[in-house]
C-alpha cells in the first residue's frame, strides 16, 4: 500500500524551513526519501532503518518514529537547490513510492 | 564510477507494437529495479530482478516483462502498447534489498501514438 505524503506541495521563501510527512498505514521497515528534479532522475538522499533514528546532511536531515509508522523529512533553511518533488518510499518486498511533495523555493 | 545508463532516451511507438528497453547498473550492482512515472499515477514499482531472478513484482499486466543478464544488465519488454503505456521508465540499481539506496538512471521516455 502506497504510503501518504502531506503535504501535497510547498511554496517557500529562500532561508525558510520545511517539513515534509510520510505515513503508512503498514508497518515500515525503512524509508528511503529521494528528491526529483524537473526533467530529471530521483536522486536518492537517506534510508532511515530503525525507528527513533535520525540522520541528515547539510540542512536536510529526517527521522522516522517506528511506531507511529511515520517519518518526516526536514529541510532548514531552504535553499533554491531544494526545488523539486521529494518521495519516501518504503517496502519489504516489493518497494512503494509515496505521491510525491512538490516543494518550490523562491528567491 | 559511472551511473545507471538507460537506453533509448527517447521512443515513439504505435498501438499493438512491442518495445525493449535496456538498463545497464552501477558496476558492482546486482539488483536492478524498474519503474514507470506517470503524472497520474506517480512512481510505480514493475519489478526487481537480483542475479538474473525477478525477486518481486509489482500489480502491472502480464505485457510487461524482463529479464537480467549474467553482467546485471537488464531489459524490459512491454508487449501489444496500449496508449495508457506512455510514460518514462526508470530503472534503478542497488546492491539489493530495501536497506539499499537506489541509483536511477535518466528514463526512457515512451510516447505511444
Known amino acids: 500500500q502506497q504510503p501518504v505524503q502531506s503535504p501535497q506541495a510547498v511554496i517557500l521563501r529562500e532561508g525558510e524551513d520545511a517539513v515534509i510527512n510520510c505515513s503508512s498505514s503498514k508497518a515500515l521497515y525503512s524509508v528511503h526519501w529521494y528528491r526529483q528534479k524537473h526533467g530529471e532522475a530521483p536522486v536518492f538522499l537517506m534510508i532511515?532503518?530503525?525507528?527513533?533514528e535520525q540522520k541528515g546532511h547539510d540542512k536536510i536531515s529526517a527521522s522516522f518514529n517506528e511506531k507511529k509508522q511515520q517519518s518526516s523529512l526536514y529541510l532548514t533553511a531552504s535553499q533554491l537547490s531544494y526545488s523539486g518533488t521529494y518521495f519516501c518510499?518504503?517496502?519489504?518486498?516489493?518497494?512503494?513510492f509515496g505521491p510525491g511533495t512538490r516543494l518550490s523555493v523562491l528567491p | 564510477k559511472a551511473g545507471v545508463t538507460q537506453t533509448p532516451r527517447y521512443l515513439i511507438k504505435t498501438r499493438g507494437q512491442q518495445v525493449t528497453l535496456s538498463c545497464s547498473p552501477i558496476?558492482?550492482?546486482?539488483?536492478v529495479s524498474w519503474y514507470q512515472q506517470t503524472p497520474g499515477q506517480g512512481l510505480q514499482f514493475l519489478f526487481e530482478?537480483?542475479?538474473?531472478?525477478?525477486?518481486n513484482k509489482g500489480n502491472f499486466p502480464g505485457r510487461f516483462s524482463g529479464r537480467q543478464f549474467s553482467n546485471s544488465r537488464s531489459e524490459m519488454n512491454v508487449s501489444t502498447l496500449e496508449l495508457g503505456d506512455s510514460a518514462l521508465y526508470l530503472c534503478a540499481s542497488s546492491l539489493g534489498g530495501t536497506n539499499q539506496p537506489q541509483h536511477f538512471g535518466d528514463g526512457t521516455r515512451l510516447s505511444i501514438l
Open positions: 518510499g518504503t517496502g519489504s518486498q516489493n518497494f512503494v
Open positions: 530482478y537480483f542475479s538474473e531472478t525477478q525477486r
Open positions: 532511515l532503518l530503525k525507528g527513533g
Open positions: 558496476s558492482g550492482h546486482r539488483s
